[in-house]
């Protein structure tokens, strides 16, 4: 494997030095931490206790993380990040969703406005708080115009209920259409350097209409931190043991992927999670990725990425050795890509 960059300070010595930086989610004027924190592994099976994930979300605030990421959908996510932030909801700003079915996405799709205002309701009291910073649709609802959701939003803004409106795994023609009735704050989207496929169409119309861009799963669901082989055993409750990605001869066709970004996180003096991060937050200024973990180690090891720097240079490099790399595998089985919509 190619050496890319060389004598690099490590990361973590800026966890106690620097204070996380911040970002604007494009022209909405709101400023969150370079860094999120998706809340929703923490309500997954065999999670920490339940004391463990609130003293995990509070030192994610003590670290500088002020970006928390929820949803209606996330089982008892919304109550957990309520209880371990309440005292410091001055201090974090929190996004949730709206648009499954009684919060359940094995039961579809439901944006219709009744319900929006229901969940809104419902949310703002779960996470013990007046108004929800930025409400997400959380998915396209084919049975309810576009501009009928973004009304409905914007109702809620001029009730003081929520601030900002937000789209997930929206299209462009959906975020231009929702866009047209009210500003747009952020979309949220699968991306990474396992998943390249917003830089087809969705980051260009993000960055024209002004809008930030939120990655969920921006280390691949574990694949790019190296510690995932064609030959690891998940537990039988990960999720992974169904996403086609994640089968055994697919995980050893893209372990090329796997050995690039370990080969750049040795010249870097990084982990290859934070060359993972580090390599979105050099994409944009816009995009604002949102890791989650149950780990502290993890946490801190994350936030570290805020300092890697990539030059044009180096973004360059790094972007034609991706582009040599196929990857193989779909997202989600055909049950998940019927009810959600997503492929």
């Given amino acids: 494997m190619i050496s890319f960059f060389i004598g690099q300070p490590s990361c973590y010595q800026y966890l106690k030095s620097r204070k996380m930086k911040s970002r604007k989610l494009g022209n909405s004027g709101l400023e969150v931490s370079a860094l999120g924190f998706g ?8 999670a ?97 115009p576009i501009e009928d959701v973004a009304g409905t939003v914007k109702d809620l803004i001029q ?28 979309v949220q989207s699968e991306y990474s350097m396992f998943y390249r496929e917003p830089e087809n169409e969705i980051i260009a119309t993000l960055e024209e209409l002004g809008i930030g861009f939120v990655p969920f799963s921006p280390l691949g669901k574990g694949f790019l931190t190296g510690t995932i082989t064609a030959n ?49 937050l050099a994409q944009k200024p816009f995009i604002v990725p949102i890791p989650g973990t149950t780990k502290l180690y993890r946490l801190q090891e994350n936030i570290g990425a805020a300092n890697i720097y990539l030059t044009t240079n180096e973004l360059s490099k790094v972007n034609t050795a991706l582009a040599a790399i196929k990857i193989v595998g779909e997202r989600y089985p055909p049950q998940i890509q019927k009810a959600t919509g997503r492929k």
């Fill in 39 to 46: 809340a929703m592994g923490l309500s997954f099976p065999n």
């Fill in 48 to 144: 920490p206790t339940k004391n463990e994930n609130i003293q995990l979300l509070r030192s994610a605030v003590e670290h500088g993380i002020t970006f928390f990421d929820t949803a209606q959908g996330y089982g008892d996510n919304e109550l957990l990040v309520g209880e371990a932030l309440e005292h410091l909801r001055k201090e974090v700003i929190i996004a949730t969703k709206f648009g499954l079915k009684d919060g359940n996405v094995r039961l579809g799709l439901d944006s219709r406005p009744e319900n929006i205002k229901a969940v809104a309701e419902a949310s703002l009291k779960r996470l013990r708080t007046d108004v929800i910073d930025l409400f997400y649709q959380h998915r396209f609802d084919p049975n309810v």
């Fill in 159 to 186: 009730q003081g209920k929520v601030k900002y409106f937000g789209l997930s795994e929206a299209n462009a023609e959906t975020i231009r259409r929702a866009h047209a009735v009210l500003p747009v704050t952020a």
């Fill in 232 to 280: 690891t055993v998940f537990d039988k409750t990960d999720t992974r043991n169904i996403l086609p990605r994640f089968d055994k001869e697919n995980r050893e066709a893209n372990q090329a992927l796997v050995d690039l970004v370990v080969s750049i996180a040795k010249d870097k003096n990084a982990t290859p999670a934070q060359i993972a991060l580090g390599w979105l």
